[in-house]
């Protein structure tokens, strides 16, 4: 609104603030229609999850068994709710519980196996 009232031309707000023609038209109209008032009580369109009613289920599920890959997420989180997701939204949803990838350790190309029994043996293995 700044920029406006120096007498700038739209084009010039849309580069200077980096926002889109539409942008621009749309605060200038509330802002004509409301005042300051008007601006501040923009809605934005924000999407919501189709697995939102599930969050707190799915959550304590995936502390409780955490899938090893995201392909395994997709099919527990289908075979828990019916509903089937791409990768991409199954990664930002786990994210948004606060799960996160974990990388496994590697085992080095020279171990070897026997020794790696008798460790696992003498120190237990822990689930």
Same mark, same amino acid.
């Not at 085992?107 to 237990?124: E, L, M």
């Given at each position: 609104?700044?920029?406006?009232?120096?007498?700038?031309?739209?084009?010039?707000?849309?580069?200077?603030?980096?926002?889109?023609?539409?942008?621009?038209?749309?605060?200038?109209?509330?802002?004509?229609?409301?005042?300051?008032?008007?601006?501040?009580?923009?809605?934005?369109?924000?999407?919501?999850?189709?697995?939102?009613?599930?969050?707190?289920?799915?959550?304590?599920?995936?502390?409780?068994?955490?899938?090893?890959?995201?392909?395994?997420? &997709?099919?527990?989180?289908?075979?828990?709710?019916?509903?089937?997701?791409?990768?991409?939204?199954?990664?930002?949803?786990?994210?948004?519980?606060?799960?996160?990838?974990?990388?496994?350790?590697? &085992?080095?190309?020279?171990?070897?196996?026997?020794?790696?029994?008798?460790?696992?043996?003498?120190?237990?293995?822990?689930?």
């Amino acid at each position: 609104m700044w920029l406006k009232s120096q007498g700038l031309a739209h084009g010039e707000i849309e580069r200077l603030a980096q926002v889109s023609s539409t942008t621009v038209t749309r605060y200038l109209k509330r802002y004509q229609q409301g005042g300051v008032t008007a601006l501040e009580q923009m809605d934005f369109y924000r999407p919501v999850s189709q697995l939102e009613p599930f969050r707190e289920q799915l959550k304590s599920h995936f502390e409780r068994h955490p899938p090893t890959r995201i392909t395994q997420a &997709i099919a527990e989180i289908h075979r828990l709710t019916g509903i089937g997701l791409k990768q991409e939204a199954v990664r930002m949803f786990l994210h948004s519980l606060g799960l996160s990838v974990r990388k496994v350790g590697m &085992i080095p190309a020279k171990a070897d196996p026997t020794v790696q029994d008798t460790f696992k043996k003498r120190v237990g293995t822990t689930p």
